[in-house]
């Protein structure tokens, strides 16, 4: 896998794109940054793949709870532990819907 550095508006760690069975991915990793930083990454990623037909993979070092809440209705999401510290959550747009969401709203709510 060739992972080559993409920059998304809006983010504040390293994004990262690739392909991946024949689908467009971009990735980043949030493991170890408190709050806001996974949510604000996460929804400028997730502005990107909303209308691009791409996956978003974030890699964090717990489930992005209030995120959930926040996108339900608009993206479909699965969660893969990768150890004991670290999952990954793979996000896909729902198309007609994913468009619609907020993005403005990217900082932690609690």
Known sequence: MDKQPLIIEGSTLPF??????????????????????????????????????????????????????????????KVEPLSDKQIMVVFEAIEGKAEQLDFSRRHCSG
Request: hydrophobic share 40%; with cysteine.
């Open 16 to 77: 990262w794109r690739y392909s991946s069975a024949e689908r467009e991915v971009i990735e980043f990793d949030s493991t170890g940054s408190a709050c806001p930083v996974p949510m604000m990454n996460a929804m400028a990623g997730l502005a990107r793949i909303a209308s691009s037909g791409e996956l978003l993979v974030m890699i964090n070092g717990f489930e992005p709870e209030g995120l959930y809440e926040r996108i339900r209705d608009h993206f479909t999401w």
